[in-house]
């Protein structure tokens, strides 16, 4: 079964970056529209970054122009570059397929803390 581990998350100062990454167990995985999603305390999940077939990308409005998704398919791993980090980014971030039907069981996921 395909397993999903995400990593690089930490506490960082506003105005800093992180680079998180999704390791992909599955081989077909990794090529599926996958997703960066988030939940902070006391909220929903919510997808932040997509990534589609030919490597098309999407943002929420939130984190447009601060963070880009991209994905190596031959390191079956996703990742998510976090640039301009502000105290609302604070979060634990999942990554996983973007069709309900197609996600498989959520990770851990990774901290994320923007404070100073």
């Known amino acids: 079964q395909v397993q999903l581990v995400e990593s690089g998350g930490g506490l960082v100062q506003p105005g800093g970056s992180l680079r998180l990454s999704c390791a992909v167990s599955?081989?077909?995985?990794?090529?599926?529209?996958l997703g960066w999603y988030r939940q902070a305390p006391g909220k929903q999940r919510e997808l932040v970054a997509s990534?589609?077939?030919?490597?098309?990308?999407n943002y929420a409005d939130s984190v447009k122009g601060r963070f880009t998704i991209s994905r190596d398919a031959a390191k079956k791993t996703m990742y998510l570059q976090m640039n301009s980090l502000k105290p609302e980014d604070t979060a634990v971030y999942y990554c996983?397929?973007?069709?309900?039907?197609?996600?498989?069981?959520w990770g851990q996921g990774t901290q994320v803390t923007v404070s100073s």
């Open positions: 990534i589609f077939s030919g490597d098309n990308t």
């Open positions: 599955g081989t077909v995985f990794i090529t599926y529209g």
């Open positions: 996983n397929a973007l069709t309900p039907i197609l996600q498989r069981p």
